[in-house]
């Protein structure tokens, strides 16, 4: 069974940063590329970016709402992603999902974070 | 970036009821479309890949179509569970983009 468990979300002020983590097992992480997706309380999906694998140079993409202040890396020998999110402002409030790439059938269970004063 | 536009923003119907969900994308997207399903506090659901691909263990009531620019998805007999919220996503270039979503509630 595919598990993808998000984690370190939680309330930071503006202008704060924090690092996100997935948990990945019951896959071959080293085979797929991985996704991070956010949505805004009661609000739509948002895709944030993408880590390719080690064949793909661990090359990445952004959303331009992120690109400059999210950076997305992997760790292949833990199973692990990683969302590092620097200058954080209150629209940076979600609950950000991990992904295999998308489209895709397998979701964690989101980790929110709260960007407030 | 490519901008995706879904309506409608909400539909109401009945069990047993067709629905139609429409999914506009702002340039071609090569039938790069996915379909996901929604519930409240739940992580979306791949329903529809590659605009009409359904995926391994979603009913068969659920259908997708389309091409070029506009794509749909169709409920052709509203179950009590069907009551969601549903987003289409297209897969073609960077950044992938959502369509906005469209709530299914009862009637």
């Known amino acids: 069974e595919v598990q993808l468990v998000a984690s370190g979300g939680g309330l930071v002020q503006p202008g704060g940063s924090l690092r996100l983590s997935c948990a990945a097992s019951?896959?071959?992480?080293?085979?797929?590329?991985m996704d991070w997706v956010r949505q805004a309380p009661g609000r739509g999906l948002e895709w944030v970016g993408r880590c390719r694998n080690k064949d793909a140079s661990y090359t990445t993409e952004y959303a331009p709402s992120v690109r400059g202040r999210f950076i997305i890396s992997r760790d292949d020998s833990k199973k692990s992603l990683f969302l590092e999110m620097n200058s954080l402002n209150t629209e940076d409030t979600a609950i950000y999902y991990c992904?295999?790439?998308?489209?895709?059938?397998?979701w964690g269970q989101g980790t929110l974070v709260i960007v407030s004063s | 970036d490519i901008q995706m536009t879904q309506y409608p923003s909400s539909v109401s119907g009945s069990v047993g009821d067709r629905v139609t969900i429409t999914c506009r994308a702002s340039q071609g997207i090569n039938n790069w479309l996915a379909w996901y399903q929604q519930k409240p506090g739940r992580a979306p659901r791949l329903l529809i890949y590659a605009t009409s691909n359904l995926q391994s263990g979603v009913s068969s009531r659920f259908s997708g179509s389309g091409s070029g620019t506009e794509f749909t998805l169709t409920i052709s007999s509203l179950q009590p569970e069907d009551f969601a919220t549903y987003f289409c996503?297209?897969?073609?270039?960077?950044?992938?983009?959502f369509g906005q979503g469209t709530r299914v509630d009862i009637k």
């Open positions: 996503q297209q897969a073609s270039s960077f950044p992938f983009t």
């Open positions: 992904t295999r790439a998308l489209p895709s059938t397998d």
């Open positions: 019951g896959f071959i992480f080293t085979d797929h590329y």
